[in-house]
């Protein structure tokens, strides 16, 4: 009974933690047709990896394909239908048009941005056995404490709990000590501290 309601706040804590990191995607509507004529509406605007663009109009009458877009990023088009969507995976500028109207200037853009945990300080008690993860000036930061000196591992694992790598595996005095990691592919990660038998895990998302 103790273990199934220990697996139960284990898949509430990670379905909170998706959830929560999950709501920082966006999804930006862009109208066109009817009453707004030849025009996208906004025309231009910026987001973020991560985010969904939303089109809403007549593709019959205004087909919409992409023209140029980041390199690594996929193109689009939509001929039928009144509604379109397309999921930002890679940074850069893109621009989109309807193919039969875009000489009367009916063309439009947006510039997306790297999402990155908006973490700037990540707080962890000295003399704890205690981590947290997050970001700060942009880099991934894994920070924690150990109450007693000895062999400190940090592992990263996807939701398969396959290990996608080994961030730290070295003796360390005990205290506060905090280590940077590189990017990652979007997706949900756990990473997981050991310490002279103790052990803690962190889910997060990360959005690319």
């Not at 985010?51 to 140029?68: I, K, M, N, Q, Y």
């Not at 979007?186 to 997981?192: D, E, P, V």
Request: proline residues 4%; charged residues 10%.
């Amino acid at each position: 009974m103790k273990t199934r309601i220990v697996k139960l706040i284990q898949i509430v804590a990670l379905l909170l933690c998706f959830f929560t990191a999950n709501s920082f995607a966006m999804t930006h509507v862009v109208m066109f047709g009817g009453s707004l004529g030849f025009v996208y509406s906004p025309s231009s605007f910026t987001a973020k990896v991560g985010d969904t663009v939303r089109w809403e109009g007549a593709f019959g009458t205004h087909p919409l394909s992409s023209t140029t877009i980041p390199s690594g990023a996929a193109s689009w088009t939509s001929t039928s239908g009144s509604t379109f969507m397309y999921v930002i995976k890679v940074v850069g500028t893109y621009h989109f048009q309807c193919n039969i109207h875009f000489s009367l200037g009916m063309t439009g853009s947006f510039t997306a941005t790297a999402a990155t945990l908006n973490i700037t300080q990540i707080p962890v008690s000295q003399g704890q056995f205690s981590m947290n993860v997050g970001s700060i000036q942009g880099k991934n930061m894994v920070r924690f404490s150990v109450p007693n000196a000895g062999l400190v591992k940090l592992q990263m694992f996807d939701m398969s709990g396959r290990e996608m790598s080994t961030i730290l595996n070295e003796p360390l005095s005990a205290g506060l000590h905090q280590i940077g990691f590189g990017p990652l592919p979007a997706g949900i990660y756990s990473i997981r501290l050991s310490n002279e038998g103790n052990t803690i895990s962190r889910t997060m998302q990360f959005l690319r």
